[in-house]
């Protein structure tokens, strides 16, 4: 299973754009880029994903490398709320499915 | 609202117990995943099932063993517990196949093992 590499922790002011960085430079071509997230005392809920082209959504943005050996997660306008724990994880579509993740990203965001 | 059910938020055992964890979802997903969650290690695969009575170890099955009788229902059991095992456990379900999947994850179970 490919790996992930992230930075153990970032901070961000309130209102301002966060970008979370994510390395896989053993990425194949069938893993799909995934984002979660966990919010203090809940279980991960998910943000985002994208193969290989930048996607958007309501919550976030995700930019991926035009090698695919990075991928950073974009945090428009960060509010207390977005305050957790981010992970980046690879999901094999041509082999079980499994969701494989690290130790995350923990976000702080100051008032 | 879709929903993946954990039966307990907490939980204490006994060393040498036999633990069941449940795990129920309402979304007639083929896939689900049992994990543990310590400080400093993240999420950690213990096992995972992608079909009524089909299971596939994770990256840290020791101690543990899972039963998937019913497509709705996955159980993590421990059959002896051990203090080794005070974790807190996340359940998880999916779609397989779908290249918009995402993973349905219950509020976890922390458990702890006297």
């Known amino acids: 299973d490919a790996k992930t590499t992230q930075p153990n922790s970032m901070e961000s002011n309130e209102e301002e754009p966060v970008h979370l960085p994510c390395n896989h430079s053993?990425?194949?071509?069938?893993?799909?880029i995934h984002w979660y997230r966990q919010l203090p005392s809940q279980g991960p809920e998910y943000v985002i994903h994208?193969?290989?082209s930048n996607v958007n959504n309501r919550m976030a943005s995700l930019a991926i490398a035009e090698d695919r050996k990075s991928s950073t997660l974009i945090l428009h306008r960060a509010t207390l709320r977005d305050a957790a724990v981010y992970y980046c994880?690879?999901?094999?579509?041509?082999?079980?499915?499994?969701?494989?993740f690290g130790t995350g990203t923990r976000l702080k965001v100051l008032a | 609202d879709v929903k993946v059910t954990q039966s307990s938020r907490y939980l204490v055992k006994r060393t040498g117990e036999k633990v069941f964890l449940e795990c129920v979802q309402d979304?007639?997903?083929?896939?689900m995943f049992w994990y543990r969650q310590d400080p400093g290690l993240g999420l950690r695969l213990i096992y995972f099932?992608?079909?009524?009575?089909?299971?596939e170890k994770g990256d840290i099955p020791e101690g543990y063993s899972v039963s998937r009788e019913k497509k709705e229902r996955f159980s993590l059991i421990l059959e002896s517990a051990s203090t080794n095992q005070t974790s807190m456990y996340l359940c998880?379900?999916?779609?397989?196949?779908?290249?918009?999947?995402?993973?349905?994850f219950g509020q976890g179970t922390r458990l702890t093992v006297v």
């Open positions: 998880a379900s999916s779609s397989p196949r779908d290249t918009n999947t995402e993973a349905f």
């Open positions: 053993t990425i194949s071509g069938t893993d799909y």
């Open positions: 994208g193969l290989t």
């Open positions: 994880i690879l999901r094999d579509l041509a082999g079980t499915y499994k969701y494989i």
């Open positions: 979304m007639d997903h083929e896939n």
């Open positions: 099932s992608y079909d009524v009575k089909m299971k």
